[in-house]
């Protein structure tokens, strides 16, 4: 498995990002039922993938051994983070589910992603694949637990940066991961 190297929750904001935060912060304020903010939420992200003055340099730099998340943004409430990972070829995450629900967006490059469902005969649950996805650049997607399993790695051959907004406080948590799925239970 893969574990993020954390970053500190960062100082430097670019006006672009400033303008991103209200307008999450405008619709998580609405107090919406989980999968209807998501998909709010997406919509005012997408306008801002792959724009040059997003990020800093800086954001965008990965880490050899695995993948990097660098906190952009924590609500001083805890309603919503802003997180920028950043994907070298061939990094993944382990399969998991998250915390609360989430919106990603592909910055630079591609995600795969494989979305699983667990089932259970009573006795023993199993994972069962779903849909392999590969979201690429100014793509957007979002889901609320439960039925939000999944694995996600970079398959290209470049960097890949995606923006994930999570609708907990990530710079407290360390991260949105609620729970990693052996992958022995994995259905193919």
């Known amino acids: 498995m893969s574990t993020p190297a954390a970053a500190p929750v960062v100082t430097t904001v670019t006006a672009r990002l400033a303008r991103l935060v209200e307008e999450v912060r ?35 730099e990965g880490d050899p051994d695995h993948y990097r998340q660098h906190i952009l943004h924590a609500e001083p409430d805890g309603g919503f983070s802003i997180v920028a ?17 989430c919106v990603t967006g592909v910055h630079q490059g ?3 992603e494989r979305r699983y469902r667990l089932v259970s005969d009573g006795v023993a649950a199993r994972l069962v ?9 100014g793509e957007v997607c ?3 637990p439960p039925g939000d399993i999944h694995r996600v790695w970079n398959g290209g051959d ?23 799925y052996d992958h022995r239970t994995e259905e193919r």
Request: with cysteine; charged share 20%.
């Open 26 to 60: 405008d619709v998580v304020d609405r107090g919406l039922p989980p999968d209807l903010t998501a998909y709010l939420v997406g919509e005012r992200l997408a306008p801002h993938l792959g724009a040059p003055d997003l990020l800093t340099a800086r954001q965008c």
């Open 85 to 101: 990972l950043v994907w070298l070829p061939g990094q993944r995450t382990a399969i998991h589910d998250h915390v609360a629900w």
């Open 110 to 112: 591609e995600e795969h």
């Open 129 to 137: 694949a779903t849909q392999d996805v590969v979201n690429r650049q």
């Open 142 to 144: 979002g889901f609320a």
């Open 158 to 180: 470049g960097t890949a940066v995606s923006l994930h907004i999570y609708g907990a406080d990530i710079s407290r948590l360390g991260s949105s991961v609620r729970r990693v």
